[in-house]
């Protein structure tokens, strides 16, 4: 069992294209539910019915697992089971009949317009000599194209130089499941490219540079990694000033609801997003609706309870 297990990470890579968080995660989580069997000594799938998995999800329940935790493994065990009737090891999902548990569903967080301006601001984009920083003008590159464009953090620093058409406006992105779309970001992003490019990104090259060009790169002349990038933030948020969690991730969930607080059509965001679905580019809607609530509440006059001393019928005339 624990070899179709391996089979199946081999098929995630090589079919589905999965990043290597997410094989990660599913070898880490379906390896517990063997283990589980393990246990109880079920040594074959045809031992393993809705009832086994049951039992699994309740020992789940009972050492106090988050319910998106547990609603993220059944999640893993349908997709693994699929995998096992497709290859003919069983005949039936066994996890299909599975009821998943509900999730509250959580709001993406996000920066004011102001916020964001206050983080652009921080990259020193020149050293006390007055020259160009080459690592001020890559930072600051690297937070105007999360912002502008809405990318991953792991579609940015897959990014090549080839892929940028400045003339245009746009880059060619690579995203989930090797799929590419097309990307646009405005002027202040292509303006801070134009000079990390010019400036920054001659500085990081060594002699024997990656043939594939990385877009950025780190002080060793390598592909700059995610990692990088995640211990990069902190470090300008505090020298922001800002108290906000701010992930690259807050930055494309930023990208979104501002998009659509200016008015952008939701199919458009989730093309630029990169969404499957439209269900999943929905839920900005819902940060949206809940902004202008706020808005409305703060801004207009009437909107608060009212007076104290006023009678209703006074306020309905």
Known sequence: MYDHLERYVT????????????????????????DFLAQDDIQDWAQVDRYVVRGYLGRLHAQDYARSSIARRVSELRSFGRYLVREKILEANPFRAISSPKVPQRLPKYLEVDEVQRLLDVPETRDSDGKPSPQGLRDRAILELLYASGLRVSELTSLNVGDLDRERGQIIVTGKGDKERLVLIGEPAQ????????????????????????????????????????????????????????????????????????GADLRVVQELLGHAQLSTT??????????ARE?????????????EGRSEEEDNK
């Open 11 to 34: 098929h995630l890579k090589a079919e589905k294209n999965a990043s290597a968080y997410t094989i990660r995660n599913y070898r880490a989580e379906i390896e517990e539910f063997l």
């Open 191 to 262: 303006h801070a490219l134009s000079r990390y490019l010019a400036d920054g990104r001659p500085q990081f090259v060594k002699k024997q540079a990656p043939a594939s060009r990385p877009l950025f790169l780190n002080r060793l002349g390598s592909r700059l990694s995610d990692r990088s990038i995640q211990m990069i933030l902190p470090i300008l948020l505090f020298r922001s000033g800002l108290t906000k969690k701010v992930t690259p991730h807050t930055l494309r969930h930023t990208f979104a609801t501002h998009m659509l607080d200016g």
């Open 282 to 291: 929905q839920v900005y809607t819902h940060v949206s609706q809940n902004r």
């Open 295 to 307: 808005v409305y509440l703060g801004a207009h006059p009437r909107a608060g309870a009212p007076d």
